[in-house]
């Protein structure tokens, strides 16, 4: 039964609680309408009432939820002294908070995951991945807005889901194994980026073929 303090409440006050009430369902129903009816219920609202709080269904409390996670992740990584870090400490700091920020949850994830997949829902999941990487990048200092914006954030979504992938299959003690495979895909990364430095200081003292092909055509270059 809605207590008053329920009842009270706008669709917008409840959109939190029944989200919170939901993943309780998830685990056996999925991110479905089944599972938000029995979070309303939990809450003491009726289905129409959640209706109202989510017009979109079952898939806006999943973007919500995505939300709240990077909400959460950024609220933590603020707490964390990541200035004294070196940068890839700091992105390895990042991506392992957010995990262990959701220990227990595995099988909610999964079953995000797997309605993320679904071709109508894609492009919230790409989103959703490029706003958690995103997080993770500012709360390590990155101020970059040319093009580095772009390929960071392509690289640490890469990076962040392989890793999501393997810590959901981790049965190791304490996820050791997890923290191992973070450890390596951060030193590979940090690998091709010194190559790429490399190759970018080489090309500094490299001739130019444009202005040696200017010479040809005009001697007095």
């Known amino acids: 039964m809605a207590t008053k303090k329920t009842v009270d409440r706008t669709p917008e ?6 989200m919170e009430a939901m993943t309780d369902h998830v685990a056996f129903d999925g991110w479905t309408e089944t599972a938000l009816r029995r979070a309303a219920e939990d809450v003491g609202v009726t289905p ?5 709080a989510f017009p979109r269904g079952a898939i806006e409390v ?29 992105i390895t700091v990042a991506i392992r908070t957010r995990l ?3 220990m227990g949850e595995q099988e909610v994830i999964k079953r995000g995951l797997a309605t993320l997949a679904l071709p109508q829902h894609m492009a ?10 995103d997080v993770m990048w500012r709360a390590a200092g990155d101020t970059s807005t040319d093009h580095n914006w772009y390929t960071k954030r392509a690289t640490l979504s ?3 889901s392989a890793v999501l992938l393997y810590w959901l299959n981790d049965s190791s003690e304490d996820c050791a194994d997890t923290w191992a495979f973070l ?3 951060i030193e590979n990364v940090m690998a091709i980026e010194k190559a790429k430095f490399q190759v970018r200081e080489a090309c500094k003292n490299a001739p130019s073929l444009s202005r040696f092909l200017g010479r040809l055509r005009y001697p007095g270059m």
């Open 48 to 52: 129409e009432v959640a209706e109202l």
């Open 62 to 90: 999943l973007e919500l939820h995505l939300e709240d996670a990077d909400a959460v992740l950024a609220k933590a990584l603020a707490e964390r002294d990541l200035a004294s870090m070196k940068i890839r400490d700091r």
């Open 124 to 133: 919230l999941g790409s989103k959703a991945l490029w706003r958690t990487a």
């Open 13 to 18: 006050e409840l959109r939190l609680p029944l």
């Open 158 to 160: 890469a990076v962040y």
């Open 183 to 185: 450890d390596h895909r």
């Open 100 to 102: 262990e920020l959701n």
